[in-house]
């Protein structure tokens, strides 16, 4: 399928979560290779955003010239144009500490 109709089979984004097990990834490492301190848990969101409702923070999408560029069925100028999406995430973390306290969720989402 040509970059071009991608969309046209998308209905939605949703978020992923890999949460890289960093204490154990160096013990890991050696017997088991690079990629199996990665398996350690993942999450998804319940939800899915439709593309519809992403449509006003569609944005250019480009990417800095030091880095590696996309091969050239992966880049289009359509892509280029309305590739994007800008928005941000905000999270916030509530222990039970913070919850007894009535402190509410801690924020840990850097300054847009």
Not at 41 to 54: D, F, G, K
Not at 57 to 68: E, G, I, L, N, V
Not at 75 to 85: K, Y
């Amino acid at each position: 399928m040509p970059l071009r109709d991608a969309e046209s089979h998308v209905f939605g984004t949703c978020l992923l979560n890999g949460w890289l097990a960093r204490d154990i990834q160096g013990w890991a490492m050696r017997p088991l290779g690079p990629f199996q301190a990665k398996n350690f848990a993942t999450t998804i969101s319940s939800w899915i955003v439709t593309m519809e409702a992403l449509a006003p923070y569609r944005s250019t999408w480009q990417r800095d010239a030091a880095f590696p560029q996309p091969l050239p069925y992966l880049d289009t100028t359509s892509t280029r144009a309305h590739g994007g999406l800008d928005t941000r995430l905000e999270v916030g973390i509530e222990s039970a500490s913070r919850h007894a306290a009535g402190a509410g969720p801690a924020r840990r989402t850097p300054n847009a």
